[in-house]
Protein backbone atom coordinates (compact mmCIF):
# COMPACT_ATOMS: atom_id res chain seq x y z
CA UNK A 1 0.00 0.00 0.00
CA UNK A 2 2.87 2.80 0.51
CA UNK A 3 4.99 1.73 -1.92
CA UNK A 4 1.98 1.88 -4.21
CA UNK A 5 1.34 5.48 -2.43
CA UNK A 6 4.59 6.00 -3.22
CA UNK A 7 4.45 5.43 -6.93
CA UNK A 8 1.47 7.92 -7.23
CA UNK A 9 3.51 10.45 -5.57
CA UNK A 10 6.38 9.96 -7.91
CA UNK A 11 4.62 10.00 -10.91
CA UNK A 12 2.30 12.92 -9.84
CA UNK A 13 5.78 14.72 -9.21
CA UNK A 14 7.47 13.92 -12.18
CA UNK A 15 4.61 15.35 -14.24
CA UNK A 16 4.53 18.55 -11.75
CA UNK A 17 8.48 18.79 -12.29
CA UNK A 18 8.13 18.88 -16.08
CA UNK A 19 5.13 21.39 -16.08
CA UNK A 20 6.52 23.67 -13.47
CA UNK A 21 10.22 23.04 -15.57
CA UNK A 22 8.94 24.25 -19.13
CA UNK A 23 6.56 26.62 -17.87
CA UNK A 24 9.44 28.36 -16.02
CA UNK A 25 11.75 28.22 -18.70
CA UNK A 26 9.39 30.15 -20.98
CA UNK A 27 8.78 32.53 -18.75
CA UNK A 28 12.06 33.69 -17.75
CA UNK A 29 13.07 33.75 -21.52
CA UNK A 30 9.98 36.36 -21.56
CA UNK A 31 10.81 38.32 -18.11
CA UNK A 32 14.09 40.54 -18.44
CA UNK A 33 15.46 39.51 -15.16
CA UNK A 34 16.68 35.92 -16.84
CA UNK A 35 19.23 38.18 -18.96
CA UNK A 36 21.23 40.97 -17.24
CA UNK A 37 21.05 43.16 -14.14
CA UNK A 38 17.92 45.28 -13.76
CA UNK A 39 19.54 48.52 -13.25
CA UNK A 40 15.80 50.06 -13.31
CA UNK A 41 15.22 48.22 -9.57
CA UNK A 42 14.36 50.95 -7.61
CA UNK A 43 14.30 54.35 -9.11
CA UNK A 44 10.23 54.13 -8.77
CA UNK A 45 10.17 52.56 -5.00
CA UNK A 46 7.99 54.39 -2.45
CA UNK A 47 7.53 57.29 -5.00
CA UNK A 48 3.53 56.95 -4.14
CA UNK A 49 3.19 56.59 -8.23
CA UNK A 50 3.57 53.59 -10.47
CA UNK A 51 4.07 53.11 -14.13
CA UNK A 52 2.17 50.31 -15.48
CA UNK A 53 3.26 50.81 -19.68
CA UNK A 54 0.31 52.99 -20.83
CA UNK A 55 -1.08 53.93 -17.83
CA UNK A 56 -0.05 55.36 -14.59
CA UNK A 57 -1.54 54.47 -11.45
CA UNK A 58 -1.38 56.04 -7.86
CA UNK A 59 -2.45 54.56 -4.20
CA UNK A 60 -5.78 56.30 -2.75
CA UNK A 61 -6.17 55.84 1.07
CA UNK A 62 -8.22 59.05 1.82
CA UNK A 63 -12.02 58.19 1.57
CA UNK A 64 -15.25 59.46 1.94
CA UNK A 65 -18.21 57.63 3.14
CA UNK A 66 -21.11 57.17 1.09
CA UNK A 67 -23.26 54.02 2.35
CA UNK A 68 -23.24 51.70 5.73
CA UNK A 69 -25.46 48.48 5.67
CA UNK A 70 -26.88 48.37 9.16
CA UNK A 71 -28.31 45.00 11.16
CA UNK A 72 -31.66 44.57 8.62
CA UNK A 73 -29.92 43.95 5.75
CA UNK A 74 -27.08 41.85 6.07
CA UNK A 75 -27.06 37.96 7.96
CA UNK A 76 -23.56 38.75 9.67
CA UNK A 77 -21.59 41.86 10.06
CA UNK A 78 -22.16 45.65 8.26
CA UNK A 79 -20.21 47.01 5.73
CA UNK A 80 -19.13 50.60 4.90
CA UNK A 81 -18.33 51.88 1.29
CA UNK A 82 -16.33 54.79 0.54
CA UNK A 83 -15.44 56.81 -2.89
CA UNK A 84 -11.87 58.05 -2.78
CA UNK A 85 -10.48 61.59 -2.05
CA UNK A 86 -7.93 63.75 -2.83
CA UNK A 87 -7.40 62.22 -6.46
CA UNK A 88 -4.64 63.93 -7.97
CA UNK A 89 -5.17 65.96 -11.11
CA UNK A 90 -5.44 63.96 -13.88
CA UNK A 91 -5.66 60.38 -12.21
CA UNK A 92 -9.58 58.94 -12.54
CA UNK A 93 -11.22 56.52 -10.10
CA UNK A 94 -12.00 53.10 -11.05
CA UNK A 95 -14.16 51.99 -8.51
CA UNK A 96 -15.34 52.64 -5.44
CA UNK A 97 -13.68 50.98 -1.81
CA UNK A 98 -15.70 48.98 0.88
CA UNK A 99 -14.60 47.14 4.22
CA UNK A 100 -16.34 45.78 7.41
CA UNK A 101 -17.69 48.35 9.57
CA UNK A 102 -16.12 46.92 12.64
CA UNK A 103 -12.54 47.27 11.62
CA UNK A 104 -10.26 49.95 11.33
CA UNK A 105 -10.46 51.68 7.84
CA UNK A 106 -7.34 50.57 6.42
CA UNK A 107 -6.99 49.62 2.93
CA UNK A 108 -6.58 51.53 -0.64
CA UNK A 109 -8.04 52.16 -4.51
CA UNK A 110 -5.96 52.73 -7.44
CA UNK A 111 -6.97 55.91 -9.40
CA UNK A 112 -5.04 56.05 -12.97
CA UNK A 113 -4.16 58.43 -15.96
CA UNK A 114 -2.81 57.93 -19.35
CA UNK A 115 1.25 57.90 -19.39
CA UNK A 116 2.61 61.34 -21.13
CA UNK A 117 4.65 59.07 -23.46
CA UNK A 118 1.07 57.40 -24.54
CA UNK A 119 -0.58 58.96 -27.79
CA UNK A 120 -3.07 56.84 -28.93
CA UNK A 121 -6.32 59.27 -29.47
CA UNK A 122 -8.40 56.50 -31.25
CA UNK A 123 -7.84 53.87 -28.82
CA UNK A 124 -6.75 55.37 -25.51
CA UNK A 125 -5.57 53.53 -22.01
CA UNK A 126 -8.73 54.63 -20.34
CA UNK A 127 -12.18 55.61 -20.95
CA UNK A 128 -15.68 56.95 -19.51
CA UNK A 129 -18.18 54.23 -19.19
CA UNK A 130 -21.51 54.09 -21.80
CA UNK A 131 -23.64 53.94 -19.18
CA UNK A 132 -24.33 52.30 -15.99
CA UNK A 133 -26.58 49.08 -14.53
CA UNK A 134 -28.27 49.18 -11.09
CA UNK A 135 -26.83 46.02 -9.60
CA UNK A 136 -29.10 46.46 -6.36
CA UNK A 137 -30.32 48.73 -4.08
CA UNK A 138 -31.32 49.57 -0.41
CA UNK A 139 -32.86 52.42 1.74
CA UNK A 140 -33.32 52.48 5.60
CA UNK A 141 -34.47 55.02 7.76
CA UNK A 142 -31.03 54.93 9.77
CA UNK A 143 -28.09 54.99 6.75
CA UNK A 144 -30.20 56.05 3.84
CA UNK A 145 -30.28 54.85 0.43
CA UNK A 146 -27.65 52.59 -0.76
CA UNK A 147 -27.27 51.97 -4.97
CA UNK A 148 -24.96 50.00 -6.86
CA UNK A 149 -24.27 50.64 -9.98
CA UNK A 150 -21.80 48.51 -12.41
CA UNK A 151 -19.93 50.88 -15.47
CA UNK A 152 -21.06 49.55 -18.73
CA UNK A 153 -17.77 49.55 -20.23
CA UNK A 154 -17.03 50.95 -24.39
CA UNK A 155 -16.42 48.02 -26.38
CA UNK A 156 -13.06 47.05 -25.98
CA UNK A 157 -12.96 48.59 -22.79
CA UNK A 158 -13.34 46.86 -18.84
CA UNK A 159 -15.12 47.81 -16.18
CA UNK A 160 -12.39 47.70 -12.88
CA UNK A 161 -15.12 48.19 -9.58
CA UNK A 162 -18.69 49.02 -8.65
CA UNK A 163 -20.17 52.96 -7.93
CA UNK A 164 -22.01 53.46 -4.70
CA UNK A 165 -24.45 56.43 -4.52
CA UNK A 166 -26.91 57.56 -1.87
CA UNK A 167 -29.49 58.58 -4.42
CA UNK A 168 -31.44 56.71 -7.18
CA UNK A 169 -30.20 58.61 -9.71
CA UNK A 170 -27.76 57.21 -12.41
CA UNK A 171 -24.33 58.77 -12.09
CA UNK A 172 -22.47 60.40 -13.78
CA UNK A 173 -19.65 58.78 -16.61
CA UNK A 174 -16.96 61.57 -15.78
CA UNK A 175 -17.50 59.69 -11.96
CA UNK A 176 -14.85 56.54 -13.38
CA UNK A 177 -13.31 55.08 -16.24
CA UNK A 178 -13.07 52.13 -17.74
CA UNK A 179 -10.09 50.49 -19.37
CA UNK A 180 -8.26 48.89 -22.50
CA UNK A 181 -8.81 44.94 -22.34
CA UNK A 182 -5.15 44.19 -23.61
CA UNK A 183 -4.68 46.30 -20.52
CA UNK A 184 -6.66 44.35 -17.79
CA UNK A 185 -6.50 40.73 -16.41
CA UNK A 186 -8.91 38.46 -15.15
CA UNK A 187 -9.67 38.77 -11.37
CA UNK A 188 -11.65 36.40 -8.94
CA UNK A 189 -13.56 37.32 -6.02
CA UNK A 190 -11.05 36.63 -2.85
CA UNK A 191 -13.19 37.58 0.47
CA UNK A 192 -16.94 38.27 1.26
CA UNK A 193 -17.38 41.51 3.10
CA UNK A 194 -21.18 41.46 3.25
CA UNK A 195 -24.20 39.19 2.45
CA UNK A 196 -27.68 40.35 2.35
CA UNK A 197 -29.95 37.05 2.01
CA UNK A 198 -32.97 38.03 0.14
CA UNK A 199 -33.16 41.67 -2.12
CA UNK A 200 -35.57 43.15 -4.43
CA UNK A 201 -33.54 43.58 -8.07
CA UNK A 202 -34.66 46.35 -9.96
CA UNK A 203 -37.15 43.94 -12.14
CA UNK A 204 -39.09 43.58 -8.58
CA UNK A 205 -37.68 39.47 -8.65
CA UNK A 206 -35.86 38.37 -4.93
CA UNK A 207 -32.57 37.20 -4.96
CA UNK A 208 -29.69 37.35 -2.98
CA UNK A 209 -26.89 40.36 -2.52
CA UNK A 210 -23.48 40.24 -1.17
CA UNK A 211 -20.30 41.83 -1.81
CA UNK A 212 -16.36 40.65 -2.42
CA UNK A 213 -12.94 41.87 -2.51
CA UNK A 214 -10.94 40.40 -5.70
CA UNK A 215 -7.96 39.73 -6.62
CA UNK A 216 -6.26 38.58 -10.28
CA UNK A 217 -7.02 35.21 -11.26
CA UNK A 218 -3.00 34.39 -11.98
CA UNK A 219 -0.79 35.55 -8.71
CA UNK A 220 3.25 35.09 -8.24
CA UNK A 221 6.68 36.50 -8.98
CA UNK A 222 5.75 35.66 -12.90
CA UNK A 223 2.64 37.16 -13.13
CA UNK A 224 1.43 40.90 -14.12
CA UNK A 225 -1.92 41.15 -12.56
CA UNK A 226 -2.61 44.29 -10.49
CA UNK A 227 -4.71 44.45 -7.65
CA UNK A 228 -7.43 47.54 -7.53
CA UNK A 229 -8.94 47.66 -4.19
CA UNK A 230 -12.46 47.94 -5.31
CA UNK A 231 -15.10 45.72 -5.40
CA UNK A 232 -17.61 43.11 -6.70
CA UNK A 233 -21.16 43.01 -6.08
CA UNK A 234 -23.75 40.75 -7.65
CA UNK A 235 -27.11 39.37 -7.25
CA UNK A 236 -26.82 35.62 -8.08
CA UNK A 237 -24.86 32.75 -6.30
CA UNK A 238 -20.97 33.15 -6.75
CA UNK A 239 -20.02 29.60 -4.52
CA UNK A 240 -18.98 27.44 -7.32
CA UNK A 241 -17.46 30.29 -9.36
CA UNK A 242 -14.58 32.82 -8.19
CA UNK A 243 -14.14 34.09 -11.33
CA UNK A 244 -15.28 37.43 -12.11
CA UNK A 245 -17.60 38.49 -14.72
CA UNK A 246 -18.32 41.99 -15.09
CA UNK A 247 -14.59 43.51 -13.65
CA UNK A 248 -11.06 42.97 -14.38
CA UNK A 249 -7.93 43.80 -12.41
CA UNK A 250 -4.95 45.75 -14.07
CA UNK A 251 -2.13 44.42 -15.94
CA UNK A 252 1.85 45.72 -15.44
CA UNK A 253 2.91 45.45 -18.87
CA UNK A 254 6.04 47.64 -17.78
CA UNK A 255 9.23 44.78 -17.72
CA UNK A 256 11.68 46.93 -15.91
CA UNK A 257 9.52 46.50 -12.90
CA UNK A 258 10.94 49.77 -11.46
CA UNK A 259 9.11 50.06 -8.39
CA UNK A 260 10.93 46.94 -6.88
CA UNK A 261 13.74 48.24 -4.40
CA UNK A 262 17.24 47.52 -5.22
CA UNK A 263 19.14 45.51 -3.17
CA UNK A 264 20.11 48.14 -0.94
CA UNK A 265 16.77 48.98 -0.55
CA UNK A 266 15.84 45.89 0.01
CA UNK A 267 18.44 45.97 3.26
CA UNK A 268 17.27 48.89 4.60
CA UNK A 269 13.67 47.80 4.85
CA UNK A 270 14.76 43.82 5.93
CA UNK A 271 16.80 45.93 8.66
CA UNK A 272 13.82 48.27 9.36
CA UNK A 273 11.09 45.78 9.59
CA UNK A 274 12.70 42.24 10.06
CA UNK A 275 10.46 40.02 12.81
CA UNK A 276 11.71 39.02 16.17
CA UNK A 277 11.28 34.89 16.01
CA UNK A 278 10.22 33.19 19.60
CA UNK A 279 10.85 29.95 20.24
CA UNK A 280 8.89 28.11 22.88
CA UNK A 281 10.50 27.62 26.11
CA UNK A 282 10.25 24.37 26.08
CA UNK A 283 11.46 23.81 22.58
CA UNK A 284 13.84 20.66 22.40
CA UNK A 285 14.18 21.25 18.51
CA UNK A 286 15.72 24.51 17.84
CA UNK A 287 16.87 26.08 14.27
CA UNK A 288 20.27 25.97 13.13
CA UNK A 289 22.00 27.33 9.88
CA UNK A 290 22.20 25.12 6.70
CA UNK A 291 26.21 25.09 6.96
CA UNK A 292 26.15 24.02 10.34
CA UNK A 293 23.41 21.07 9.64
CA UNK A 294 25.87 19.85 6.98
CA UNK A 295 29.18 20.62 9.08
CA UNK A 296 27.80 18.16 11.94
CA UNK A 297 26.98 15.43 10.18
CA UNK A 298 24.47 15.38 7.83
CA UNK A 299 24.79 12.80 5.02
CA UNK A 300 23.39 12.60 1.85
CA UNK A 301 21.70 9.21 0.87
CA UNK A 302 20.88 7.50 -2.82
CA UNK A 303 18.41 5.06 -3.89
CA UNK A 304 19.89 1.41 -4.02
CA UNK A 305 23.22 2.45 -1.92
CA UNK A 306 23.24 1.53 1.48
CA UNK A 307 25.94 4.29 2.76
CA UNK A 308 25.70 7.83 3.30
CA UNK A 309 27.66 10.70 1.88
CA UNK A 310 28.63 13.68 4.00
CA UNK A 311 28.12 16.54 2.61
CA UNK A 312 30.36 19.67 2.16
CA UNK A 313 29.76 22.90 4.28
CA UNK A 314 28.53 24.83 0.82
CA UNK A 315 26.34 21.89 -0.28
CA UNK A 316 28.38 22.33 -3.24
CA UNK A 317 28.43 18.01 -3.82
CA UNK A 318 24.45 18.08 -3.41
CA UNK A 319 22.63 16.71 -6.70
CA UNK A 320 21.65 20.27 -7.99
CA UNK A 321 18.72 21.44 -10.76
CA UNK A 322 15.75 19.24 -11.68
CA UNK A 323 12.67 18.69 -9.83
CA UNK A 324 12.37 15.95 -6.62
CA UNK A 325 12.70 12.13 -8.74
CA UNK A 326 12.95 10.50 -4.81
CA UNK A 327 16.30 9.30 -5.93
CA UNK A 328 18.26 11.07 -3.01
CA UNK A 329 17.74 12.30 -0.01
CA UNK A 330 19.32 13.75 3.21
CA UNK A 331 19.21 11.64 6.81
CA UNK A 332 20.99 12.38 10.33
CA UNK A 333 24.00 10.25 11.40
CA UNK A 334 23.85 6.92 12.47
CA UNK A 335 26.22 7.76 15.44
CA UNK A 336 23.67 7.93 18.36
CA UNK A 337 25.51 10.98 19.87
CA UNK A 338 25.70 12.51 16.97
CA UNK A 339 22.41 12.19 15.89
CA UNK A 340 20.79 13.57 19.26
CA UNK A 341 23.36 16.67 18.82
CA UNK A 342 22.23 17.60 15.32
CA UNK A 343 18.47 16.91 16.30
CA UNK A 344 18.82 19.69 18.72
CA UNK A 345 19.51 22.25 16.55
CA UNK A 346 22.05 25.22 17.05
CA UNK A 347 20.27 28.49 17.78
CA UNK A 348 23.55 30.58 17.79
CA UNK A 349 24.14 29.74 13.99
CA UNK A 350 20.91 30.32 12.92
CA UNK A 351 20.00 32.58 10.28
CA UNK A 352 16.86 33.55 7.93
CA UNK A 353 17.44 32.43 4.30
CA UNK A 354 15.17 35.40 2.55
CA UNK A 355 14.04 35.02 -1.30
CA UNK A 356 12.74 38.91 -2.34
CA UNK A 357 10.03 38.83 -5.29
CA UNK A 358 7.11 40.91 -6.67
CA UNK A 359 3.97 40.48 -5.84
CA UNK A 360 0.67 41.40 -7.56
CA UNK A 361 2.66 42.88 -10.49
CA UNK A 362 5.43 44.64 -9.11
CA UNK A 363 3.06 47.13 -7.06
CA UNK A 364 4.34 44.97 -3.63
CA UNK A 365 7.03 43.47 -2.65
CA UNK A 366 7.45 39.44 -1.34
CA UNK A 367 9.85 39.42 1.54
CA UNK A 368 9.71 35.62 1.81
CA UNK A 369 11.92 34.64 4.96
CA UNK A 370 12.80 30.84 4.94
CA UNK A 371 14.19 29.01 8.78
CA UNK A 372 15.64 25.47 8.57
CA UNK A 373 15.09 23.16 11.80
CA UNK A 374 17.21 19.90 11.74
CA UNK A 375 14.39 18.09 13.17
CA UNK A 376 10.30 18.55 13.53
CA UNK A 377 9.63 17.04 16.84
CA UNK A 378 6.85 14.81 17.70
CA UNK A 379 3.32 15.93 17.82
CA UNK A 380 0.83 16.51 20.35
CA UNK A 381 -2.73 15.71 20.18
CA UNK A 382 -5.67 17.54 21.89
CA UNK A 383 -8.75 15.30 22.63
CA UNK A 384 -11.29 17.64 24.18
CA UNK A 385 -10.18 18.48 27.67
CA UNK A 386 -7.09 15.54 27.45
CA UNK A 387 -3.45 16.15 25.70
CA UNK A 388 -1.65 13.68 24.68
CA UNK A 389 1.73 13.92 23.83
CA UNK A 390 3.16 11.46 20.89
CA UNK A 391 6.11 9.19 20.50
CA UNK A 392 6.77 9.81 17.28
CA UNK A 393 3.93 10.79 14.88
CA UNK A 394 4.65 13.76 13.93
CA UNK A 395 8.79 13.59 13.66
CA UNK A 396 10.49 14.09 10.26
CA UNK A 397 14.07 15.41 9.68
CA UNK A 398 15.07 18.37 8.01
CA UNK A 399 12.18 20.81 8.72
CA UNK A 400 12.18 24.49 6.42
CA UNK A 401 8.83 26.57 7.74
CA UNK A 402 8.77 30.31 6.38
CA UNK A 403 6.97 33.74 7.15
CA UNK A 404 6.11 36.68 4.24
CA UNK A 405 5.80 40.18 4.70
CA UNK A 406 4.70 42.09 1.76
CA UNK A 407 5.69 45.71 1.21
CA UNK A 408 3.52 47.98 -0.38
CA UNK A 409 6.20 49.71 -3.48
CA UNK A 410 3.52 52.91 -3.41
CA UNK A 411 4.92 54.03 0.46
CA UNK A 412 7.34 51.52 1.13
CA UNK A 413 5.29 50.38 4.56
CA UNK A 414 4.46 46.97 6.04
CA UNK A 415 1.36 46.36 4.45
CA UNK A 416 0.81 42.48 5.25
CA UNK A 417 2.39 39.37 6.66
CA UNK A 418 1.67 35.98 5.81
CA UNK A 419 2.65 33.30 8.67
CA UNK A 420 2.57 29.71 7.51
CA UNK A 421 1.24 26.61 9.56
CA UNK A 422 2.41 23.76 8.06
CA UNK A 423 0.30 23.18 4.85
CA UNK A 424 -1.48 26.30 4.70
CA UNK A 425 -1.30 29.93 6.61
CA UNK A 426 -2.82 32.97 6.78
CA UNK A 427 -2.73 36.96 6.07
CA UNK A 428 -2.34 39.22 8.67
CA UNK A 429 -3.13 42.94 8.19
CA UNK A 430 0.01 44.92 9.57
CA UNK A 431 -2.64 46.79 12.16
CA UNK A 432 -3.44 43.60 13.33
CA UNK A 433 0.70 42.31 13.34
CA UNK A 434 1.87 42.50 17.08
CA UNK A 435 4.85 44.93 17.47
CA UNK A 436 7.70 44.33 20.20
CA UNK A 437 11.44 45.82 20.38
CA UNK A 438 12.61 48.46 18.12
CA UNK A 439 9.23 48.00 16.50
CA UNK A 440 9.76 44.55 14.86
CA UNK A 441 6.93 42.50 14.23
CA UNK A 442 6.56 39.28 16.37
CA UNK A 443 6.46 36.13 14.89
CA UNK A 444 5.80 32.77 17.31
CA UNK A 445 7.20 29.51 16.53
CA UNK A 446 5.00 26.72 17.57
CA UNK A 447 6.66 23.89 19.84
CA UNK A 448 8.85 21.13 17.84
CA UNK A 449 6.43 21.67 14.52
CA UNK A 450 7.73 25.07 14.29
CA UNK A 451 4.67 26.69 12.33
CA UNK A 452 4.38 30.22 12.49
CA UNK A 453 1.54 32.39 14.66
CA UNK A 454 1.07 36.23 15.36
CA UNK A 455 0.05 35.67 18.66
CA UNK A 456 0.86 33.85 21.79
CA UNK A 457 -1.36 30.79 22.24
CA UNK A 458 -2.58 27.54 21.74
CA UNK A 459 -3.99 26.96 18.26
CA UNK A 460 -5.84 23.58 17.14
CA UNK A 461 -5.23 22.03 13.96
CA UNK A 462 -8.13 19.73 13.30
CA UNK A 463 -11.77 20.61 14.45
CA UNK A 464 -11.78 23.34 16.54
CA UNK A 465 -15.95 22.42 17.06
CA UNK A 466 -15.26 19.30 18.88
CA UNK A 467 -11.83 20.21 20.39
CA UNK A 468 -9.75 17.55 18.57
CA UNK A 469 -7.08 17.80 16.49
CA UNK A 470 -3.13 19.06 16.98
CA UNK A 471 -1.86 21.37 19.46
CA UNK A 472 -0.16 24.41 18.47
CA UNK A 473 1.77 26.02 21.36
CA UNK A 474 3.66 29.40 20.79
CA UNK A 475 4.71 31.50 23.56
CA UNK A 476 7.64 34.37 24.32
CA UNK A 477 10.74 32.76 25.44
CA UNK A 478 14.32 33.70 25.60
CA UNK A 479 15.05 31.66 22.10
CA UNK A 480 14.90 34.37 19.76
CA UNK A 481 16.23 34.92 16.46
CA UNK A 482 16.23 38.81 15.17
CA UNK A 483 15.80 38.30 10.96
CA UNK A 484 16.51 42.17 10.75
CA UNK A 485 19.51 41.38 11.81
CA UNK A 486 20.45 37.44 11.16
CA UNK A 487 19.57 37.17 7.29
CA UNK A 488 21.30 36.07 4.58
CA UNK A 489 19.73 37.36 0.98
CA UNK A 490 19.75 34.25 -0.76
CA UNK A 491 17.57 34.77 -4.45
CA UNK A 492 15.96 37.96 -5.76
CA UNK A 493 15.24 37.01 -9.62
CA UNK A 494 13.66 40.63 -10.66
CA UNK A 495 17.33 42.12 -9.87
CA UNK A 496 18.72 40.06 -12.49
CA UNK A 497 21.70 37.43 -13.20
CA UNK A 498 25.02 38.23 -10.50
CA UNK A 499 22.82 40.35 -8.49
CA UNK A 500 22.79 37.49 -5.80
CA UNK A 501 24.80 34.73 -5.69
CA UNK A 502 22.28 32.06 -5.02
CA UNK A 503 24.13 29.18 -2.17
CA UNK A 504 24.32 25.77 -4.06
CA UNK A 505 22.66 23.98 -1.39
CA UNK A 506 19.14 25.92 -2.57
CA UNK A 507 19.85 24.02 -6.23
CA UNK A 508 19.32 20.83 -4.24
CA UNK A 509 15.91 20.10 -5.25
CA UNK A 510 15.38 16.82 -3.79
CA UNK A 511 14.21 16.02 -0.44
CA UNK A 512 16.03 17.05 3.01
CA UNK A 513 14.59 13.89 5.01
CA UNK A 514 14.06 10.55 4.50
CA UNK A 515 10.38 8.88 4.25
CA UNK A 516 8.91 7.95 7.02
CA UNK A 517 5.70 5.68 7.52
CA UNK A 518 3.84 5.36 10.75
CA UNK A 519 2.90 2.99 12.90
CA UNK A 520 -0.27 5.01 14.00
CA UNK A 521 -2.56 1.98 15.05
CA UNK A 522 -1.19 1.42 18.20
CA UNK A 523 -1.46 5.55 18.74
CA UNK A 524 -4.94 5.78 17.48
CA UNK A 525 -6.20 2.87 19.87
CA UNK A 526 -4.38 5.10 22.84
CA UNK A 527 -7.05 7.84 21.56
CA UNK A 528 -9.89 6.11 21.60
CA UNK A 529 -9.80 4.74 24.92
CA UNK A 530 -9.22 8.07 25.98
CA UNK A 531 -12.70 9.11 24.46
CA UNK A 532 -15.27 9.13 26.80
CA UNK A 533 -18.24 6.94 25.49
CA UNK A 534 -21.03 9.85 25.23
CA UNK A 535 -18.30 10.88 22.59
CA UNK A 536 -16.24 8.60 21.13
CA UNK A 537 -16.35 8.28 17.25
CA UNK A 538 -15.03 5.36 14.79
CA UNK A 539 -11.81 4.86 13.81
CA UNK A 540 -12.95 6.08 10.85
CA UNK A 541 -13.84 9.42 11.83
CA UNK A 542 -10.60 9.90 14.14
CA UNK A 543 -8.52 9.94 11.23
CA UNK A 544 -10.54 12.42 9.41
CA UNK A 545 -9.85 14.68 12.26
CA UNK A 546 -6.13 14.68 12.13
CA UNK A 547 -3.88 16.34 9.54
CA UNK A 548 -3.07 13.61 6.71
CA UNK A 549 0.77 14.36 7.92
CA UNK A 550 0.59 12.20 11.09
CA UNK A 551 0.20 8.81 9.40
CA UNK A 552 3.25 8.99 7.36
CA UNK A 553 5.44 11.70 5.51
CA UNK A 554 7.35 12.06 2.57
CA UNK A 555 10.68 14.09 3.05
CA UNK A 556 10.39 17.37 3.19
CA UNK A 557 11.78 19.64 0.04
CA UNK A 558 13.54 22.69 -0.16
CA UNK A 559 12.24 26.14 -0.96
CA UNK A 560 12.65 26.34 -4.42
CA UNK A 561 10.47 22.76 -4.54
CA UNK A 562 7.58 24.74 -2.92
CA UNK A 563 4.59 25.95 -4.44
CA UNK A 564 5.07 29.52 -3.21
CA UNK A 565 8.94 30.04 -4.60
CA UNK A 566 7.02 31.62 -7.62
CA UNK A 567 3.52 31.80 -7.02
CA UNK A 568 1.50 33.00 -4.13
CA UNK A 569 1.01 32.09 -0.31
CA UNK A 570 -1.44 29.33 0.13
CA UNK A 571 -4.24 29.88 2.56
Not at 73 to 92: C, L, M, N, Q, V
Not at 199 to 206: E, L, T, Y
Not at 491 to 519: F, H, N, S
Request: with cysteine; aromatic share 12%.
Amino acid sequence: MHQAKRLLVLLFQSINCLYRSVFSSLMLKVMYFSVTVNLFAGKGFATGRISLGEIEVVKITKFHRVWSSDSSHDKSKRATFYRADDIPEGFHCLGHYCQPTDQPLRGYVLAARTSKAVNADDFPPLKKPVSYSLVWSADSEKNGGGYFWLPNPPVGYRAMGVIVTHEPGEPETEEVRCVREDLTESCETSEMILEVGSSKKSNGSSSPFSVWSTRPCERGMLSQGVAVGSFFCCTYDLSSERTVPDIGCLKNLDPTLHAMPNLDQVHAVIEHFGPTVYFHPEEAYMPSSVQWFFKNGALLYRSGKSEGQPINSTGSNLPAGGCNDMDFWIDLPEDEEAKSNLKKGNLESSELYVHVKPALGGTFTDIVMWIFCPFNGPATLKIGLFTLPMTRIGEHVGDWEHFTFRICNFSGELWQMFFSQHSGGGWVDASDIEFVKDNKPAVYSSKHGHASFPHPGMYLQGSSKLGIGVRNDVAKSKYIVDSSQRYVIVAAEYLGKGAVIEPCWLQYMREWGPTIAYDSGSEINKIMNLLPLVVRFSIENIVDLFPIALYGEEGPTGPKEKDNWEGDEMC
